[in-house]
Nanobody
Framework: QVRLVESGGGLVQAGGSLRLSCAGYGFTFTRVTMGWFRQTPGKEREFVAAIPWTGITTYYADSMKDRFTISRDSGKNTVDLQMNSLKPEDTAIYFC????????????????WGQGTQVTVTS
C-alpha cells in the first residue's frame, strides 16, 4: 500500500530556514507527481509546490516562489522542500502528497497523503 512519511518540521525564528523531506513507499507506477500542501486552523489546505516525475520542472504558489525550493531524485518517490526566509504566516502543518501523471495545484487531485509535519515560525 502507498505510504508517505514527512520529516524535518520544527520551531524556527522568523528569517530562518527548514528543510522538509518526504519518502514514498509502495508505488507500483513510476510517473508520479509529488507535492507539498499546508494547512492552519480555520483555513483550507493550500498548495505550496509540486514536482513531476522528471524532477526538471517545478511549480509553486505565488507566495512561495522566491523563498521555497522543491526537489527530488528523478524516477524516485522522494521529495524535499527547502524553505528560506520563513515568516510567522508560514506556520502550518505541511503535508506531502502524491498523484499519478500530470501536476496539479488542487488538493482534491491528490489521492495519497502523509500525516503532516508541524512548522512553527516565531517572531
Amino acid at each position: 500500500q502507498v505510504r508517505l512519511v514527512e520529516s524535518g518540521g520544527g520551531l524556527v525564528q522568523a528569517g530562518g530556514s527548514l528543510r522538509l523531506s518526504c519518502a514514498g513507499y509502495g508505488f507500483t507506477f513510476t510517473r508520479v507527481t509529488m507535492g507539498w500542501f499546508r494547512q492552519t486552523p480555520g483555513k483550507e489546505r493550500e498548495f505550496v509546490a509540486a514536482i513531476p516525475w522528471t524532477g526538471i520542472t517545478t511549480y509553486y504558489a505565488d507566495s512561495m516562489k522566491d523563498r521555497f525550493t522543491i526537489s527530488r531524485d528523478s524516477g524516485k518517490n522522494t521529495v524535499d522542500l527547502q524553505m528560506n526566509s520563513l515568516k510567522p504566516e508560514d506556520t502550518a502543518i505541511y503535508f506531502c502528497a502524491a498523484k499519478l501523471y500530470d501536476w496539479s495545484d488542487d488538493r482534491s487531485d491528490y489521492p495519497y497523503w502523509g500525516q503532516g509535519t508541524q512548522v512553527t515560525v516565531t517572531s
